[in-house]
């Protein structure tokens, strides 16, 4: 079975730092690795994603992330912290080989940038 | 529309009762995703369909859990005997065809259930 974790469960840092989000997922095959930002009251919008080739994708709002395939991990990070990056940030992932399409997500990380 | 909307944005209601919720996909999308978001906690997967049949219904909870697409595009969620367990914000997404599982979902804000 897919799964996903994000230690933790809180990230703080100052505005102009650089932050990274952590996330380790299990798969029994290849994974497909998503990143989805949620506002307050808000549905979730769509960050980046790895699918196949270079391991540093980039996305929406000056976003990253790295996939390490020998660590399992998808860790989403940014060069400069801005405070509106302030919101919850969840990991997901999709066993390339099963039968299923589901997406399976983290259970999420709050990051507060503070001026 | 745009994007992914459903409907009602909030739900009161009495234990015991029955519920439905709905969701209209961005148009064109023949994947559609339903899961619930408790306080605090990630997205839950419950069910999703391909065109009209439900391709993976392994996280509907139970029984009183149940969901249609019976053309392709708007679903509904129907919830009976309604438990206060069952309050939650449920959100439903649609992505696009033919991508081989790489599409990314894309979300509507929500139904908030609350049941008392």
């Known amino acids: 079975a897919q799964s996903v974790a994000q230690p933790e469960d809180q990230v703080n840092v100052a505005e102009g730092n650089p932050l990274t989000v952590k996330c380790t997922y299990s798969?029994?095959?290849?994974?497909?690795l998503f990143w989805y930002v949620q506002y307050p009251n808000r549905g979730l919008q769509f960050l980046l994603k790895y699918i196949t080739g270079d391991n540093l994708v980039k996305g929406s709002y000056g976003f990253e992330a790295e996939f390490n395939k020998s660590q399992t991990s998808f860790h989403l990070k940014k060069p400069s912290a801005l405070v509106s990056d302030s919101a919850l940030y969840f990991c997901?992932?999709?066993?390339?080989?099963?039968?299923?399409?589901?997406?399976?997500f983290g259970q999420g990380t709050t990051l507060q940038v503070k001026p | 529309g745009a994007g992914v909307s459903q409907t009602p944005s909030n739900k009161v209601t009495e234990k015991g009762k029955y519920v439905e919720l709905r969701c209209d996909p961005i148009s064109g999308h023949t994947a559609l995703y339903w899961y619930r978001q408790s306080l605090g906690q990630g997205p839950e997967f419950l069910i999703y369909?391909?065109?009209?049949?439900?391709?993976?219904d392994s996280g509907l909870p139970n029984d009183r859990f149940f969901a249609v697409r019976p053309e392709g595009s708007v679903s509904t969620l129907k919830i009976q005997r309604t438990e206060r367990g069952d309050s939650a914000v449920y959100l439903c997404a649609s992505s696009q065809p033919g991508q081989g599982g790489t599409g990314e979902l894309f979300f509507g804000e929500g139904s908030r259930l609350t049941v008392l």
């Open positions: 798969v029994s095959g290849n994974p497909y």
């Open positions: 369909f391909q065109g009209t049949g439900a391709a993976d």
């Open positions: 997901a992932v999709r066993d390339v080989g099963s039968n299923t399409g589901k997406l399976i």
